[in-house]
């Protein structure tokens, strides 16, 4: 057989994994020139890009701000435990658990983080003001990233 044709089942299997544990679509992985893309039955095939997408969020200038160093730094960040789509409220069409400017306790719920059907809450670490939500509703988000800050 043509070695153009030569299959590692194992990574196969380890990117399907990936997808089902991130709830991603689809996945791709180039090595020294083969491709493999693996794709959840009935995911929308993407478009093919080599270059990194941003989404700016919706109530942020910049979608860079969470990278800046005052935000990295900053003591009262809240960051994502998981990577997932990060919503404000309970439920479409509810008003947000909290806005920017609001009093939050330490461990109330201010955003969930949906990753596989599960709805995760997300818990102020902190009490304080909300001073800005980083992220906008609907949004992905990764692991680790900044999604809010507590001052």
Do not use: W
Request: with cysteine; glycine share 8%; charged share 25%.
């Amino acid at each position: 057989m043509d070695d153009k044709f030569d299959v590692d089942a194992d990574l196969v299997r380890k990117l399907a994994e990936l997808l089902a544990e991130t709830g991603l679509g689809e996945i791709e992985y180039e090595d020294a020139g083969k491709r493999i893309r693996v794709a959840m039955p009935g995911a929308a095939p993407a478009n093919v890009s080599t270059a990194p997408i941003t989404v700016p969020a919706a109530n942020e200038g910049n979608a860079t701000d969470s990278q800046s160093p005052d935000v990295m730094n900053h003591p009262g960040a809240v960051t994502s435990p998981m990577v997932g789509t990060i919503y404000m409220s309970p439920a479409p069409g509810e008003p947000p658990f909290v806005r920017p400017g609001e009093t939050v306790d330490e461990g109330q719920t201010i955003l969930v983080v949906e990753a596989m059907k599960t709805f995760n809450e997300i818990a102020a670490p902190c009490s304080g003001k909300l001073s800005r939500i980083i992220v906008a509703d609907g949004q992905p988000v990764e692991y680790g990233e900044i999604l809010a800050l507590i001052e």
